[in-house]
């Protein structure tokens, strides 16, 4: 495809919303395209969507476009600086000891009285307070706090917070990267709401100098500032774990699949140290990496577990061995009739469309030994 501007070849192609600034930069035929992630913009403008709300059926990813993308990225012919100084990152495991109780929340997308709600349910705050109430709970937050709603930084602060309480109180907040983590932080801004834009205005030590956010448009720069690979809150995702092990249960926003640890949990520890890396902008192979992300079939994207598809219960039962585990936990795909679980309970979907965006109602799930129950509002 000819382009000048790619971002007029986006709209060509029926795109709506905000791509933003440039990191990647790599050729597409004879065209060049600069983006915050070539992945994601390639993925994005050639038209594939996730669905609004609804079962893994109605999910209208196009096949094979982000694998596309990926081929792209591969070609990848710089990746650019980061443009903040970099921040150390102390090591984080990935597998942790079994505690006596786990809560797990899944998608709360920009709404903070679902994500109160939530933690309510899971006893790691009370009634009118933020404060953590838990002991030695372990809370783990299956990602996707961003898009869709206007309160973003609020959950983030609030997770931030609980997460130091916990520590100090003998338990643990587990906040997992999902797929919109990675899509903001790669400048695909198109589930941000006009608020989700705005409330990063007043961000502190934002760079909006830069040529590459001067390309953004105006109502996007500061969010695109933030999040992208060294940014301010890019650098909190790079906090993070994208998948962990607590116990006998692993824990994803999408799903976890043979290949992606046929090496066991030393590849979930690569995986997480790599995107860490990308996120904080000091990635040694951000093109691999950021590839690896943004495949249709990846730990954040992949909706294989969704439903009781024939063959579902033979590739986790290989997964879940080759990781030493009982059980699996993905958010991801909305269930409309709240928490569901697969495969003789092997594997439990947590995305309940809490979030106002989508009308639904907070859930839990606890899981005590072998004992796993889903807890509603």
Not at 110 to 122: C, K, M, N, Q
Not at 321 to 335: A, K, N
Request: glycine letters at 10%; a neutral charge; aromatic letters at 4%.
């Amino acid at each position: 495809m000819e382009t000048k501007n790619a971002r007029n070849e986006c709209a060509r192609l029926g795109n709506v919303g905000h791509i933003a600034a440039p990191i990647v930069t790599a050729t597409v035929g004879r065209s060049v395209w600069s983006r915050v992630g070539i992945v994601a913009a390639l993925w994005f403008c050639v038209g594939g969507c996730e669905s609004q709300r609804g079962s893994a059926a109605q999910v209208t990813e196009p096949e094979n476009v982000v694998s596309r993308a990926a081929n792209v990225a591969s070609r990848a012919v710089k990746v650019a600086a980061p443009l903040s100084t970099r921040a150390a990152r102390p090591p984080l495991p990935t597998r942790f000891e079994p505690p006596p109780r786990i809560a797990a929340i899944g998608d709360v997308h920009g709404d903070i009285s679902a994500t109160r709600a939530a933690l309510r349910l899971a006893g790691a705050i009370g009634e009118g307070s933020d404060d953590w109430i838990g002991g030695a709970l372990v809370v783990v937050q299956t990602g996707d706090q961003l898009d869709r709603g206007d309160d973003e930084r609020a959950i983030l602060a609030l997770l931030e917070a609980l997460e130091v309480q916990a520590a100090k109180a003998g338990g643990a907040v587990h906040i997992l990267n999902g797929n919109h983590e990675f899509m903001n932080a790669a400048g695909d801004f198109r589930y941000v709401t006009e608020g989700g834009l705005a409330e990063f205005n007043d961000v502190p030590g934002l760079d909006l100098s830069d040529p590459r956010i001067a390309m953004v448009s105006p109502p996007a720069r500061a969010r695109a500032a933030a999040f992208r690979p060294g940014g301010p809150y890019a650098q909190k995702l790079a906090r993070r774990n994208t998948v962990v092990i607590v116990g006998r249960t692993v824990f994803v926003h999408g799903g976890v699949l043979p290949k992606h640890v046929a090496g066991g949990v030393p590849d979930l520890e690569r995986f997480n140290a790599d995107t860490r890396a990308w996120l904080a902008g000091d990635s040694e192979r951000a093109t691999e990496t950021l590839a690896e992300i943004m495949s249709n079939d990846s730990v954040v994207w992949t909706r294989l577990y969704a439903d009781d598809s024939p063959g579902v219960c033979e590739t986790l039962r290989k997964t879940l061995t080759l990781l030493d585990v009982d059980r699996m936990v993905v958010g991801h795909t909305v269930q409309q009739d709240g928490i569901t679980s697969g495969c003789s309970q092997r594997v439990w979907r947590i995305d309940v469309g809490m979030a106002r965006h989508y009308g639904g109602s907070a859930q839990v799930l606890i899981i005590e030994g072998d004992k796993v129950t889903p807890r509603g509002s």
